[in-house]
């Protein structure tokens, strides 16, 4: 112990360290109980007992160790109170005890079932974003709840609900099986990019980027690749989050007002972080599978990131990963963004064809993502009052304040 320590110093200690081992301390109670949402609970009630300890009897040397024997504790006294101690429970309890506090060293494969744990598919996507949020990125509820603008009691019941439907559907505190891992850790990949893209461009509020959620998913997707350093797309993940995040010092104004690709001082791009995702790309490569959907994304991505200007990006190059992209991982956004890219390469009209085939297919409907890049083609082509109107539509089924504004300035500009 250091002896006592003012209250603010402690949780400030506390802050930080759980920040770091938390999602660890979760992972080692989760292997002893088998419950996840116990597991969860009984970290925040040792977490309790420290901040209400420690300032009077100091930080422990160790304090993660203490926070994992505590926790173990309560544990084997709820068992006592419930009077389920069978055998198995005795035998825990007996180990428990022995246990010297000092040699407590979690294991990174705890850390790995914990995350396949908080991405079950027999959680929704909500529950799953908001549960690995919480035990593997170690955030609290109301800081969860700030980053998703929804209310604290609303967070609290999906993590509440997440580990009722764990532990009701019995889920095991395991890594898959050999032939359910690639599908599982696209899952838990999807749920990290699904917090990139809602910070990297939000569909609602009134804020266009929200750096703060996409830099925790980013942190939890360098986590992730640390856990499975063999599994390209993970480091493809990290390389792709790394080159798009690179550029947020730039995409907004002082009073927020968004700055599109072609108007961005590149000069306030992030150089390190783009250095970081050439080499998280260059791991991903070198484990010679091939490029998946991540690294294909992430080898666009640093186009734009290398690129001096927007005359100067190899458009060609993007517009035959975007083909391969299509190929791997078919969707009418890539398409839409294929287009993009071939006008740019080839000229606004052989990709206005292509816009105008998409729209044909419905599958945008609804979105104001094909009127809008409708509206810069028709408007490259000197179609105004065309571009006008598709302005006008895409700035109609925008849902974020601000990218609305920009479409709406758009109509008025053309």
């Not at 850390?111 to 991405?119: D, T």
């Not at 580990?163 to 696209?186: D, H, Q, S, Y």
């Not at 408007?379 to 925008?398: I, N, P």
């Amino acid at each position: 112990m250091t002896g006592a320590e003012p209250a603010d110093k402690v949780r400030r200690r506390m802050d930080a360290l759980w920040r770091i081992e938390g999602a660890r301390i979760v992972a080692v109670l989760a292997r002893v109980t088998g419950d996840v949402g116990l597991a969860e609970d009984l970290a925040q009630e040792a977490v309790a007992d420290a901040l209400t300890q420690w300032p009077e009897s100091g930080i422990p040397r160790n304090p993660g160790a203490w926070l994992t024997t505590v926790a173990k504790r309560k544990a084997i006294d709820g068992w006592r109170r419930a009077a389920r101690l069978d055998e198995r429970y005795r035998d825990i309890a007996r180990g428990l005890q022995d246990e010297d506090a000092v040699a407590w060293e979690p294991l990174d494969d705890d850390v790995l079932r914990l995350v396949f744990a908080a991405c079950h598919p027999v959680l929704s996507r909500e529950a799953q974003v908001a549960l690995t949020l919480r035990i593997v990125g170690s955030l609290t509820t109301e800081e969860i709840a700030r980053l998703f603008l929804v209310p604290v009691a609303t967070v609290q019941q999906r993590i509440v609900r997440a580990k009722k439907t764990l532990a009701a559907a019995r889920v095991p505190f395991e890594v898959p099986e050999p032939n359910e891992w690639g599908e599982r850790l696209g899952a838990v990949l999807g749920v990290v990019y699904l917090m990139f893209t809602e910070g990297y461009a939000a569909t609602s509020g009134d804020r266009w980027i929200r750096p703060d959620l996409a830099n925790e998913a980013l942190r939890i997707g360098r986590i992730l690749a640390g856990l499975v350093p063999r599994e390209p797309e993970a480091h493809a993940l990290v390389a792709l989050m790394e080159f798009q995040a690179s550029r947020f010092a730039a995409r907004t104004r002082p009073d927020g007002t968004p700055v599109l690709l072609a108007d961005q001082d590149r000069s306030r791009w992030d150089r390190a972080q783009i250095r970081r995702g050439e080499a998280a790309l260059v791991r991903a490569d070198a484990l010679g599978r091939g490029r998946r959907s991540y690294a294909l994304q992430a080898a666009i991505a640093q186009c734009h990131a290398v690129a001096a200007s927007v005359d100067d990006t190899d458009w060609p190059a993007i517009v035959l990963l975007y083909e391969a992209l299509g190929r791997i991982a078919p969707s009418p956004v890539v398409e839409l963004n294929r287009a993009v890219a071939m006008s740019m390469a080839t000229g606004p009209a052989t990709a206005l064809a292509m816009v105008d085939r998409l729209g044909s297919d419905g599958a945008l409907r609804g979105s104001h993502l094909l009127p809008s890049v409708r509206g810069e083609l028709l408007a490259r082509l000197g179609r105004r009052e065309e571009a006008r109107a598709e302005f006008s539509v895409a700035a109609a089924l925008a849902r974020n304040d601000r990218e609305r504004a920009v479409l709406e300035g758009k109509a008025a500009e053309v």
